[in-house]
């Protein structure tokens, strides 16, 4: 059974940084795609990034150069760095995986088939 764990939420100000964390189980297959998504109040859950088990990364736009998304597979621990946070990236936050994914679809949430619960992630200006 696919588990994931998210940790690492806060409260931060504007300007600052946080990582947040996902630990994953259950998981066999070495092909894989994992992304973090974001939903703030009475706004859709939207895809914030993603990587595959070839390596390769995307980005949301609103994220890019101060996102950054990583993996440690000897720990099963997947990574999303948060720097120069904002108000706007108040959210709570989710990790999820699937099987695989192909490129912008990386980011949709019906791309990925397992999800954690969340942490949330509340930036002041």
């Known amino acids: 059974q696919v588990q994931l764990v998210e940790s690492g939420g806060d409260s931060v100000q504007s300007g600052g940084s946080l990582r947040l964390s996902c630990a994953f189980s259950?998981?066999?297959?070495?092909?894989?795609?994992m992304g973090w998504f974001r939903q703030a109040p009475r706004k859709e859950r939207e895809g914030v990034a993603s990587i595959r088990s070839d390596g390769s990364t995307r980005y949301a736009d609103s994220v890019k150069g101060r996102f950054t998304i990583s993996q440690d597979n000897a720990k099963n621990t997947l990574y999303l760095q948060m720097n120069s946070l904002k108000p706007e990236d108040t959210a709570m936050y989710y990790c999820a995986a699937s099987y695989y994914c192909f490129g912008a679809y990386c980011l949709r949430q019906n791309s990925y088939d397992y999800w954690g619960q969340g942490t949330q992630v509340t930036v002041s200006s």
């Open positions: 259950g998981y066999t297959s070495s092909r894989y795609s």
